[in-house]
């Protein structure tokens, strides 16, 4: 049965105001984006014959895939190299120009994600982690998360620390192997880069015949026609708002502000962390023994007075982020030692002592930036010959580190759809096995985003009841050993 996105959405909007009544936050849940009203895939719209484009014929292809990022250079990798659709055409279009190839960056980039072993497998599947590792990867196997008003703290890791949480890579990093790979599927892939797309025509119908192909526009006046479009063009799509897709969602009225920190000391540093403190949270990623990433979700007001702090100044409030313990209240503090010492008696091998982060000496010069956040889910995933996947399909806060991750979840689960689909002799752009894409991400996402969007206005306030009931259910969890494994198994998919 296909999810139904808004009933879920507003299910968990109702648990989402029972928190913001105790943190005086207000939900902007009457958020409505901006749909391009030039949308050409009403159902007014008719297809006469083969549709002739500047007096050409349109160039045929089996799958295009716009948006050439992370999710877009993977879905080309894992359709080009599957033998089933070695007799198919593929392209991927890129607005951006072709990476340099080969040369890696003197300065690490303050753009990084952590990739979960899921998407260690996929990229794995397709070639690109052993390019990565051979660049720069750092693992870290234990990942502590604590309360700014509090002392409560969670840990997670591996039983034994023997296995990775998780890697940091640079963006670029995965975008420079996925591209190498491409490289060598240029036999059935093509790559069109700084090339834009300005109109999409989709057909109502899921009619099979070629008259009733995707048919997409480019800035150079070509047209091509593809038995199925695929979206990775990111938040803000649009190839999505073109072909009519309204998205639910809101804005955090916070930004991400990220920088390439400095460790006081050389370490093994494999240790991620994170605060969360009444702006928003905060996390370390290791880079190398003496090089960390930062981001920190901070109200867009202080965001923006971070930017314009000296180096020195923005190292002070960096390290008085992680250290400072002046939003703690005495009375709660004494109620969480006095459970903790409950639940070390109960479950003695569920108990962790807080660990002090490193400190930070210096940053990067240059590498401070600043980015929006906020949520976003398509009411859709798939029409008549269009998919999308990535940040085209939900935009996520960057909290629980799982953009991405969400985004490489969806390329192997459509290629997998895909794969099937020409097994079977089936056309690839049927709705039919483009329903079971959605259906199956939408269980999966879903949930995530809503739990992901519940944490970042849990700990969005410094209310003392708050404060206090998340103490104790953070240490409760930290105690619950097969809970905390539950966690871990759970993002790590």
């Given amino acids: 049965m296909q999810v139904s996105v808004v009933s879920t959405l507003k299910r968990c909007k109702s648990v989402f105001q029972c928190i913001n009544k105790l943190s005086s936050s207000k939900l902007k849940s009457n958020f409505t984006p901006k749909v391009d009203v030039r949308c050409l895939c009403s159902s007014s719209r008719r297809y006469q014959g083969r549709p002739v484009y500047n007096g050409e014929s349109s160039e045929l292809y089996d799958v295009v895939i716009a ?29 951006a120009a072709k990476p340099e190839m080969g040369k890696l960056p003197e300065h690490y980039s303050n753009r990084v994600c952590a990739l979960n072993p899921g998407a260690v ?33 969670i ?25 190498t ?63 009519g897709i309204d998205v639910l969602g809101w804005e955090y009225g916070q930004s991400g502000v990220v920088a390439t920190l400095h460790l006081s000391e050389p370490s093994e540093n494999n240790v991620a962390w994170q605060r969360f403190l009444p702006t928003g949270p905060i996390a370390m990623l290791p880079l190398s023994d003496t090089r960390s990433s930062l981001v920190w979700s901070i109200t867009t007001d202080k965001a923006k007075g971070l930017m314009q702090l000296t180096d020195e100044e923005f190292v002070e409030e960096v390290n008085n982020a992680f250290w400072d313990n002046s939003h703690h209240d005495p009375t ?82 459509l290629a997998d759809k895909l794969v099937e689909a020409a097994k079977l002799g089936k056309d690839l752009g ?25 944490l970042k206005r849990l700990y969005s306030t410094d209310n003392q009841a708050v404060v206090l009931v998340r103490s104790l259910g953070l240490q409760a969890t930290n105690a619950m050993t097969p809970l905390k494994n539950a966690f871990i198994s759970g993002a790590s998919t």
């Fill in 181 to 243: 790979q491409l490289e060598k599927l240029s036999s059935n892939v093509r790559v069109d880069y700084e090339t834009l797309v300005t109109n999409v025509h989709i057909p109502q119908q899921n009619v099979v015949d070629e008259a009733n192909w995707a048919e997409v526009e480019l800035h150079n006046g070509e047209c091509v026609k593809a038995r199925l479009l695929i979206a990775a063009d990111g938040a803000n799509s649009s190839i999505r708002k073109m072909c």
């Fill in 430 to 454: 049927s709705l039919h096995h483009l329903l079971e894409y959605e259906s199956s991400r939408q269980r999966h996402i879903i949930p995530i985003m809503a739990a992901v969007d519940g």
């Fill in 67 to 95: 948006g050439g990022g992370m999710a877009g250079r993977a879905m080309a990798c894992a359709l080009g190299q599957e033998p089933s659709l070695q007799n198919h055409k593929i392209l991927l279009l890129e607005g």
């Fill in 332 to 413: 709660i503090d004494s109620i969480s030692q006095f459970f903790q010492g409950i639940l070390s008696t109960i479950s003695p091998e569920g108990s962790s002592v807080r660990q002090l982060p490193p400190s930070v000496i210096s940053i990067d010069p240059g590498s401070r930036g600043r980015f929006p956040l906020a949520l976003g889910h398509a009411m859709h995933y798939v029409k008549p010959r269009l998919a999308l996947i990535g940040d085209a399909a939900h935009r996520i806060h960057p909290l629980a580190g799982q953009g991405i991750n969400l985004g490489f979840g969806d390329v192997e689960c």
């Fill in 155 to 179: 840990t997670m890791n591996n039983d034994d620390l023997s296995e990775n949480l998780a890697y940091i890579v640079e963006n670029n990093v995965t975008i420079e192997a996925l591209s």
């Fill in 121 to 153: 497998d996929l990229l794995d599947s397709v070639g690109a982690w052993e390019e990565m590792v051979k660049q720069r990867v750092k693992p870290f196997c234990r990942m502590q998360v604590w309360d700014a008003c509090s002392d409560a703290v």
